[in-house]
């Protein structure tokens, strides 16, 4: 099994025609939460038009945080494990503009197996 799927890291290499699809719908100019944690998006303002792929072990966070930057006027795009038993899915992802569920499952970054889970992109 890749690292990508254990609990070593919690972050997962948006595929490159997910990411690409959506951002020639909402032309992306941030991303607060690039592979690397180079930058604490938590803690920043974010961009007009921002991309979350957050790291999973912090998605209530995350999802507060995406909110509260779309009460800004911000479009604010996530892809997250459809996990819709969790308190951050119903405080925050039901109150999103749009959800839309990802048929099958995803292979992220260079992965030769699909996620052990959904996913969901949340559209505030």
């Known amino acids: 099994m890749s690292v990508h799927f254990s609990s070593l890291t919690d972050e997962w290499k948006t595929p490159d025609s997910i990411y690409k699809k ?3 719908e909402f032309n992306f100019n941030f991303d607060p939460c690039p592979l690397g944690g180079e930058i604490d998006g938590l803690s920043i303002e974010w961009g007009k038009s ?4 957050p790291p ?3 998605l209530k966070l995350w999802c507060k945080k995406a909110y ?3 009460l ?3 479009i604010v795009v ?3 494990p459809s996990r819709t038993d969790t308190i951050a899915w119903h405080e925050y992802c039901m109150k999103a503009k749009e959800i839309r569920f990802i048929k099958g499952r995803l292979k992220f970054g260079d992965s030769k197996n699909s996620a052990p889970f959904p996913s969901a992109i949340i559209i505030f």
């Open 50 to 53: 921002t991309f979350v792929n």
């Open 72 to 74: 800004k006027r911000k």
């Open 22 to 24: 959506l951002n020639a």
């Open 68 to 70: 509260e930057e779309s």
């Open 56 to 58: 999973y072990s912090k």
């Open 78 to 80: 996530m892809l997250i």
